[in-house]
């Protein structure tokens, strides 16, 4: 099942908001894996995320246009440190703390 899949593994996402194509990349790691992360999305609708917090503050139903993509699975015994690296990376090059919605 799909949920055990995705709670059983690191990872770095991508969400895309819909509205105007701005990326942020994320990462996931430690207990409850992606599915947990996933689910602090769905509880909050801005996962703690600071420019998204902030969309969501000006318009309380942008997290409607918000999709959700995995970039890369990790294992789940990959060091925070090594995700986060990973995941900086992929800001890097997708340039999301210049033209997207990465504050760090």
Do not use: M
């Amino acid at each position: 099942n799909w949920h055990v899949a995705l709670s059983s593994v690191n990872a770095i996402y991508l969400i895309v908001d819909e509205t105007d194509g701005k990326q942020y990349v994320g990462s996931a790691y430690g207990s409850g894996g992606l599915l947990a992360r996933w689910r602090c999305y769905v509880e909050t609708k801005h996962g703690g995320d600071a420019k998204i917090k902030e969309l969501i503050c000006d318009d309380p139903e942008r997290y409607k246009n918000f999709q959700f993509s995995i970039l890369q699975i990790l294992p789940q015994n990959t060091s925070p440190e090594e995700v986060i690296e990973i995941e900086n990376l992929f800001k890097s090059k997708l340039l999301t703390r210049k033209f997207g919605l990465n504050k760090n």
